[in-house]
């Protein structure tokens, strides 16, 4: 009987997919490496901020190849973040504490727009907006009011030592408007494509989801990814937000059916893209650097 089950269950995914529109599907493909482009120009002017000039091309490849890597390790973000700075460190001579201040900088700068979709992701559940908000308001206050400390706080929670120029690089980064907006806002607008292409998956699979609810997922699957314990959080991503999507009103095989063809783009051809770029550009010095360090 359980065999019997998971045979026709199995066959209603593969019924569902196979009508899905190819038209949506590409365009929710083209949302993910979009995303990676926006990653890699906020890299390039945080850099610039630094006093460090990194054609965008290989930053976009490092970032590629960064993504693989995270598919692979644990945590999400554990060994492609390292990969990048070796990335540029060994292809671009960029010393490797000026990599990790970016990229550092570059999670601060993030961090901000990510509170403001958990916050909203989680109004969902609330009616009350204030108590919601509160502590988003406050969290951003503290970081702006005491900047220093947080950037202290920050270094030493990704173990990062800095000589004392480089600590007040870092530091005078918060007075460049024009990275600040930039990172803000191409961090912002990532966001707004993960979204979308659960939009357009969603749209490929007939059904009309709002907005809430589509924001509600996309911040369960950010922290599923960054909280699982296996690489790439194989399986805890998966069934985690099969299980929300469910909760949320989705037909169960139309939840799976998501679920897998959201993986598909962000974990299969992210790897598979960023396996690519390691082996032919390069990738495969930084790699050893990395793991001769």
Request: aromatic fraction near 10%; charge should be positive; glycine fraction near 10%.
């Amino acid at each position: 009987m359980v065999f019997e089950n998971l045979v026709q269950s199995t066959e209603e995914y593969i019924g569902v997919l196979r009508h899905v529109p190819i038209h949506y599907l590409l365009l929710a493909i083209g949302t993910y490496y979009l995303s990676v482009f926006l990653f890699a120009l906020r890299w390039k002017y945080v850099l610039k901020g630094t006093g460090v000039d990194v054609p965008l091309a290989e930053l976009f490849k490092a970032n590629l190849a960064g993504l693989f890597v995270n598919n692979i390790t644990p945590m999400s973000r554990g060994g492609g973040e390292l990969l990048r700075m070796a990335w540029i460190s060994k292809l671009q001579g960029i010393p490797m504490r000026i990599s990790a201040v970016t990229v550092v900088y570059e999670r601060i700068l993030e961090s901000i727009p990510v509170m403001v979709m958990v916050a909203l992701g989680f109004l969902y559940f609330t009616t009350s907006e204030a108590f919601a908000l509160i502590p988003l308001v406050v969290g951003l206050a503290l970081i702006w009011l005491k900047w220093e400390k947080f950037i202290e706080l920050t270094l030493r929670l990704f173990r990062v030592n800095l000589s004392e120029e480089e600590r007040e690089r870092i530091v005078t980064l918060r007075k460049r408007g024009d990275v600040n907006l930039v990172g803000i806002g191409t961090s912002s607008l990532v966001w707004v494509l993960d979204v979308l292409r659960l939009k357009l998956i969603t749209l490929a699979l007939g059904l009309n989801v709002s907005l809430p609810v589509l924001v509600l997922a996309s911040v369960i699957n950010l922290i599923l990814g960054i909280a699982a314990f296996t690489p790439g959080g194989i399986g805890v991503v998966e069934g985690g937000l099969i299980g929300t999507l469910t909760y949320l009103g989705f037909p169960p095989a139309l939840a799976v059916s998501t679920v897998l063809l959201e993986r598909f783009i962000s974990y299969v051809l992210g790897s598979i893209s960023g396996l690519l770029v390691l082996l032919t550009s390069g990738g495969r010095e930084a790699w050893r650097a990395l793991k001769s360090r």
